[in-house]
């Protein structure tokens, strides 16, 4: 996006996924967490130190490793992590998936969640913009809550899993500079046969956002 600002070139992002997949890929992860090179914003700094956090992971199947090193990464930071609020898909193809999710990575939480539901951010799983403006009209609640104690507080964002919720939190996170924390992906492995021939089949959904430039000429 800062190209596209600087350039005045015009910046897209299209993302397209489907509901059923062919072959069951589980990944390989990193075994440390890291911010997203280019939203970091101030994290790291002193100043950071007493901030009250509060951390927002994207939930996925098989993800409860990768969300104990982000939580480590945190603690470790000596950041005041106020809260956890776990993003979960909702609706979804499969209605049941966020709870499942939710019950599947319980113990990474460290029971942070416990049975308050307030705690949750249902997403619609195939539309990006509905993560998007969940934590947009949360954040600027926040800010105006802690602006007014004078308190310094921050959203750590986490994406990971179903691709319409990732591109959702990143695009809050370039709309309010707001930090992402993630375990890189180092591979895949998949249990399941390789389909001879192996197809592609047409997407499910299919999104194009412009993220910078002038769609029109002037």
Sequence with gaps: MQIGQT???NVHVVVASNNHRTIQLQSESNDRADWIHGFQADMGLDAMSDALTLWLPQLSHGSAAQLDV?????SALGVALAEVCPIVPFPSVDPRRGD????????ALRGDVGDERLNVIY???GDPMDVFHSIVRMENIRREVFSATGKQA???LSPSGWRMGSLGMVLAAMALNLPLLYVETIGYTTASPLPAPIDAPSADRKWHIWVAGSPYAV
């Design 7 to 9: 350039y005045n070139a």
């Design 70 to 74: 982000m939580y480590r990464h945190l």
């Design 100 to 107: 499942e999710l939710l019950f599947d990575c319980r113990s």
């Design 123 to 125: 997403a619609h799983e």
């Design 154 to 156: 921050v959203s750590v």
